[in-house]
């Protein structure tokens, strides 16, 4: 049974920083690429971040220079640095497996997510 647990969000003014968490279970961690989506009110859940198994990276265009994915396999942790904080980032933010090949998630369950609120 996956498991997916995020941790780290909050009230943040505009320009500031976050570090989210997210420990996962239930799943071969070390050999999926992990990401992280958000999900804004009215708006569809969308990939922000993803990291391979072998380290490789990709950013959404909204927030590349800004935020940063890593990953611990040894503690099945993936975290999102996230920097110069906008007020449109405001989500709530889930991690989960990605795809590589069309960046869509493995498994369709997801965890409670964290909350995000930047304000102006």
């Known amino acids: 049974q996956v498991q997916l647990v995020e941790s780290g969000g909050g009230l943040v003014q505009a320009g500031g920083s976050l570090r989210l968490s997210c420990v996962a279970s239930?799943?071969?961690?070390?050999?999926?690429?992990m990401g992280w989506y958000r999900q804004a009110p009215g708006k569809q859940r969308e990939l922000v971040a993803a990291?391979?198994?072998?380290?490789?990276?990709n950013y959404a265009d909204s927030v590349k220079g800004r935020f940063t994915i890593s990953r611990i396999d040894a503690e099945n942790t993936v975290y999102l640095q996230m920097n110069s904080l906008k007020p449109e980032d405001t989500a709530v933010y889930y991690c989960?497996?990605?795809?590589?090949?069309?960046?869509?998630?493995?498994?369709?369950?997801w965890g409670q997510g964290t909350q995000v609120t930047v304000s102006s």
């Open positions: 989960n497996t990605v795809m590589w090949h069309n960046l869509r998630p493995l498994f369709d369950s």
């Open positions: 239930g799943i071969s961690f070390s050999i999926n690429a």
């Open positions: 990291v391979s198994s072998v380290g490789a990276t």
